[in-house]
């Protein structure tokens, strides 16, 4: 990144951590709320007391708050962090250049993603499994509970009644986040902790553990952290935030899609299950996600080799 304004990584990072606080929780909702009123059909008092109650009983809400969650991300995720960027005196375009982008490695980044899935499916499962000790009982109850109210809202937004909602949800749960958690995770939070600690594995894991934390799903913690660090390591060995963005785009697209196609029948597989896959494709996806990721590296330590 251009180092116009040098200070010191704790103070860039929390400045990170404040602007997307204000942004996402704070503004964004804000600004949302005002922008989704047109598409609720009914009256804006309703509106905001559905909200604030039990929203998966409110299914005539669905559409406005595509809307608003689509607002949140984009000014929080998006354009706060570009504003903070501004008054830094930095250059968003450092996170995107890198090297080029050939069809090769973006196809490796696809399959990569998609061949992970079986892998990641053994922590799914183990996560979703975790017992806590007695003494740890009321941190147990809250997490479950936290857990049980996020899959449900996950449900209502991912339960389509129309193709429209279909396209929605894409934009909304796979495209933004996609832009707007890279861009802060991988291209300002992991950027600020390699110049801090000069240690790129590191820096690539607390970012990874960072970027589950902020989704308050402990029972999906460990499944999301690692598929954080992929995340940060085709970043980084390609040093273009594009293939981050397109490996979170794969990996949110397949979800929506594959909820919409198991809903209409086209095949029985669901993918909100938390079982694992059975061990040989656990298996198999482990070597070949090993594979996949030694041939995207190897790919641009070549390039960045001279002949």
């Known amino acids: 990144m251009n180092q116009k304004a040098e200070q010191p990584p704790v103070v860039s990072l929390l400045l990170i951590f404040v602007t997307i606080f204000l942004g996402f929780a704070i503004v964004g909702p804000l600004v949302g709320f005002f922008i989704s009123v047109p598409f609720y059909p009914g009256e804006t008092m309703e509106y905001l007391t559905a909200l604030q109650g039990d929203i998966p009983q409110h299914p005539e809400i669905k559409t406005a708050l595509y809307v608003m969650q689509g607002c949140a991300t984009t000014i929080g995720l998006i354009f706060a962090p570009m504003l903070l960027l501004m008054t830094q005196q930095k250059s968003i375009k450092d996170l995107f250049r890198g090297q080029s982008i050939d069809p090769l490695p973006m196809l490796l980044t696809v399959v990569v993603v998609i061949v992970f899935m079986g892998l990641n499916s053994f922590f799914v499962e183990w996560n979703a499994g975790i017992k806590f000790p007695e003494f740890m009982k009321e941190f147990e109850t809250w997490a479950r509970q936290s857990e049980d109210k996020a899959t449900g809202i996950t449900q209502?937004?991912?339960?389509?009644?129309?193709?429209?909602?279909?396209?929605?949800?894409?934009?909304?749960?796979?495209?933004?986040?996609?832009?707007?958690?890279?861009?802060?995770?991988?291209?300002?939070?992991?950027?600020?902790?390699?110049?801090?600690?000069?240690?790129?594995?590191?820096?690539?894991?607390?970012?990874?553990?960072?970027?589950?934390?902020?989704?308050?799903?402990?029972?999906?913690?460990?499944?999301?952290?690692?598929?954080?660090?992929?995340?940060?390591?085709?970043?980084?060995?390609?040093?273009?935030?594009?293939?981050?963005?397109?490996?979170?785009?794969?990996?949110?697209?397949?979800?929506?899609?594959?909820?919409?196609?198991?809903?209409?029948?086209?095949?029985?597989?669901?993918?909100?299950?938390?079982?694992?896959?059975?061990?040989?494709?656990?298996?198999?996806?482990?070597?070949?996600?090993?594979?996949?990721?030694?041939?995207?590296?190897?790919?641009?330590?070549?390039?960045?080799?001279?002949?």
């Open 156 to 307: 209502f937004l991912t339960h389509f009644d129309s193709t429209f909602q279909v396209f929605i949800a894409l934009v909304v749960i796979a495209i933004l986040p996609a832009i707007g958690e890279e861009l802060v995770f991988r291209g300002l939070v992991q950027n600020e902790f390699y110049r801090g600690t000069k240690n790129i594995h590191l820096s690539i894991w607390i970012s990874a553990m960072l970027f589950s934390a902020i989704h308050f799903q402990f029972y999906g913690f460990v499944p999301r952290m690692l598929l954080g660090a992929m995340f940060g390591y085709l970043y980084f060995w390609s040093g273009s935030l594009w293939i981050s963005i397109l490996a979170h785009f794969i990996n949110n697209g397949i979800a929506v899609l594959g909820m919409y196609l198991h809903q209409q029948g086209y095949f029985d597989f669901d993918v909100e299950s938390t079982e694992a896959a059975p061990w040989p494709l656990v298996l198999f996806s482990t070597v070949l996600t090993s594979i996949l990721l030694y041939s995207f590296k190897r790919y641009y330590d070549q390039k960045a080799t001279p002949a």
